[in-house]
């Protein structure tokens, strides 16, 4: 484990908010997020790193153990698309064509669901070399295996990047998105999704929120922070929305509440069912509105 300053103002005045463990997978272990004094930001300190940190992402980790599209029950294939396809207009309401790259791709249905919506050329960056090589022979994508801080793509090389669930892992984000900067063109797109700690789900469940899912989320935003974090990094912030993606977050929150507590879980694996998920998404549509997830659309290049 090891100590860091806060990862968005670099400050040293941590206040512990919440004491966790590894609910999705658990794994031994317990973290603290901690709030920073000075700005407000949350972060996981002490945190893993290196291998011990890699033990938090197992085989069966969601991201990495999709089955490709097609090869899946009808009912959560259309689920899958419903959601696919609300990323893929977010990016298409900015360019109806360009050149994208999509940082943490894993096993690439984004990417591969892109092509389908207008005359895109579709990259990808995936640490993971298991998920990366299934959407490379999958879908026959080209996806580069490394982190932001290790691989390298020529300057201007994209119109958009996106980083959908990716910058809350990120241990350095103020040098990614620096660093992504230099792969945009001028004036182009990057798109950041993330879970908002601002959310009523957030506040309901408190350190059972999935929204923190320590050890894995180094960072935890809501809308100051990360529209700071993007300011700084010379980006100007264009829209902020959300893609009213909660329901499986606040399945899972019930979840880990109702574990630590030794309850049964059937009642939320009933809420969990396609059907319960249907019938209940107008009332998470509304309460979305306040928010759940965060999507921050914003312009690079617009200072040093």
């Avoid at 990323?87 to 249905?109: H, P, Q």
């Avoid at 490379?136 to 996106?162: K, N, P, Q």
């Avoid at 103020?174 to 009523?200: E, M």
Wanted: proline content about 5%.
């Amino acid at each position: 484990m090891a100590y860091t300053t806060c990862p968005l103002c670099d400050s040293d005045c941590p206040q512990v908010a919440y004491q966790v463990e590894d609910w999705l997978h658990g794994l031994n272990g317990s973290f603290h997020i901690v709030r920073c004094g000075r700005c407000n930001a949350l972060y996981l300190n002490p945190r893993p790193e290196g291998a011990e940190l890699a033990r938090h992402y197992p085989s069966d980790y969601e991201a990495f153990g999709r089955r490709a599209l097609g090869s899946e029950p009808l009912w959560r294939r259309a689920l899958r698309l419903y959601g696919l396809d609300k990323r893929c207009r977010t990016v298409t309401n900015l360019m109806s064509g360009g050149k994208l790259l999509d940082v943490g791709c894993a096993t690439g249905d984004f990417l591969a669901r892109m092509r389908q919506h207008g005359p895109w050329q579709v990259a990808g960056l995936e640490m993971n070399e298991a998920a990366a090589t299934q959407g490379s022979h999958h879908y026959g994508l080209e996806i580069r295996i490394g982190s932001v801080d290790e691989v390298e793509f020529a300057r201007g090389s994209f119109d958009v990047v996106t980083l959908w669930d990716v910058i809350e892992h990120l241990p350095q984000p103020k040098a990614s998105l620096k660093r992504i900067a230099n792969w945009l063109r001028p004036g182009g797109w990057v798109v950041v999704r993330t879970p908002d700690a601002g959310s009523p789900y957030a506040r309901v469940f408190g350190r059972y929120w999935a929204g923190l899912d320590a050890p894995r989320h180094l960072i935890v935003f809501d809308r100051p922070s990360l529209t700071r974090l993007l300011a700084d990094t010379g980006y100007e912030v264009e829209r902020i929305s959300t893609l009213c993606g909660s329901h499986a977050l606040v399945v899972l929150s019930w979840q880990f509440w109702l574990r630590a507590r030794g309850h049964s879980l059937a009642w939320s694996r009933l809420l969990g069912n396609p059907l319960s998920q249907i019938v209940t998404a107008p009332v998470f549509w509304l309460i979305d509105r306040w928010g759940g997830d965060l999507v921050v659309t914003s312009r690079a290049g617009c200072h040093s």
